[in-house]
DNA sequence: AACAAGTGAGTGAGTGATCACTCATGTCTT
DNA sequence: AAGACATGAGTGATCACTCACTCACTTGTT
């Protein structure tokens, strides 16, 4: 059983990631979820708090994305994770995910980069597998995976499949 | 002497590039101008006809800031320019770069892409240096590109000053 | 040269619609 | 009965946009 408040996150989660945050309307928000606007202020005091609850599920959920490259012994193998990464998300999260890298672009919410943890994981295996400049080489490889996730954000993952194998045969 | 209608434009897309689209009113433009409200409908129709206008101007500058790349006959200088292109942006349009990376996430316009003619040519040059995979190496080297101007964009140019000689070093 | 007629940039009070948010009230569950 | 959950009409503020109007300036006529 799902419960109203979160419906409410989730709706508000879809709505914000397709249109914009102040592009839609609490009214919107409760209609599409199925309960009343009042709901949303008595859970969310605000429509700010509302949009910090999806901020603080994100770092959640990214954190979760990332553990198991993290915690990977290997150094080969945790790069060829962080490559294959952005091809593991389920086409069902993707306005989750688009709304996060919409997020990146507001002014009070940019300065905490949650890609540094992996960037910080990738300098190491590249330092482990004797790389000249691991850190550089991470920063690059950070570009390379977000370029891609955005790409397949916007158009899918399809046309992106041959150029993840062109990767991991480039770093491998 | 400037005239209102570009004063109009000018403020408009400050305004949009720091707070985004939908978050700043008609009437908050028209007091940064220091012009009516009602004389931005009578030069740009509707506050969509305004971003618009700013659209056309996008796709002009980023042909601008293009050319010189795409005229290049040296596969190698074209690749080095390539690289060196988010270092060149100058700090005061900042702003006018923010608003069209934010753009990139509205639905109707993230469509046609402004990188494409940059990638067709870096995709030559390498295919002219005899690399094995010039157009993915094209893509990479065009996420790389968009990666670093997107942290240029938020925190200056300075901290990525070492990562620009490591890429023309690597690519060079 | 003189003056009437016309043009369009520019104004700002005013419009209905919609905004985020409140609160008195109703309906469950125990 | 009582407290938590839930409602939706109502609130003032603000939204994009309109419109009647002014005024500096150009054009046509004599």
Redesign the pocket.
Known sequence: MI???EKILNTALELFASEGYTA?????IAEKAG?????I??HYK???GLLDAIKVQAGERTINLFAPIILQADPKKAIRMAISLPFEIPAKEYPFWKLLFKLKWETDYSEDNKMQPLINKLSWSFSQLDYKSPKKEAEILSHIIEGISTTILRDGKEAQMSLKQFLIRKYG
């Open positions: 419960s109203k408040k839609v309307s609490t009214r919107r309960v009343s606007e009042g709901l202020f008595r605000s429509k700010k």
